[in-house]
């Protein structure tokens, strides 16, 4: 018989985190529902307009034009800010957070793009300039920032 361990590791924020490099990696983005668009040098501004502006509330970003490889996903209501980082096709999720909140189920009024998932306040943050800066630097890096704390959980199967 096996049973399912869940892993959580949290990821402190660096003491000089990365600044912002140029060039693409992040080459794609979808808003549900919607189709994929390009992210080039020339609307990568328009973007993050949106989205600082509170105009956008989600997006998704891709570094291929489908839905099977990594993302970054933010959610938000314009107050709490869900960031994650879906890794392995989901396998293993990276997700900001609020440490006073861990192991909480407390819910947010944030909606989820999909129209149905829950977002816990566990894996929120206020924190809207290092969200920003966060999903700029994953659109040049293709890479999660280390200027924000994250957590990383997954899954594992034992034999008991």
């Known amino acids: 018989m096996s049973k399912c361990i869940e892993h959580r590791e949290f990821i402190p924020v660096a003491e ?6 140029e060039g693409i990696a992040a080459k794609y983005y979808v808003r549900w529902p919607g ?39 933010l959610e938000t209501d314009g107050t709490l800010y869900n960031l994650s980082y ?3 096709m989901g396998q293993i999720w990276w997700s900001t957070y609020d440490p006073e909140y861990i192991d909480s189920d407390e819910e947010t009024d944030i909606p989820h793009s999909d129209g149905q998932s829950i977002i816990f306040r566990e894996t929120t943050t206020a924190d809207k300039e290092a969200v920003m800066t966060a ?26």
Do not use: C
């Open 16 to 21: 000089v985190p990365a600044e912002i490099p």
């Open 86 to 88: 879906g890794e392995d």
């Open 135 to 160: 999903i700029e630097y994953f659109i040049h890096t293709g890479k999660l920032w280390d200027g924000i704390p994250w957590m990383k959980s997954w899954q594992e199967w034992v034999e008991e």
């Open 35 to 73: 189709d994929f668009h390009e992210i080039t040098q020339d609307n990568i501004k328009r973007i993050m307009k949106k989205l600082r502006g509170g105009d956008w509330m989600d997006i998704y970003l891709y570094h291929e034009d489908d839905e099977e490889g990594d993302y970054l996903d």
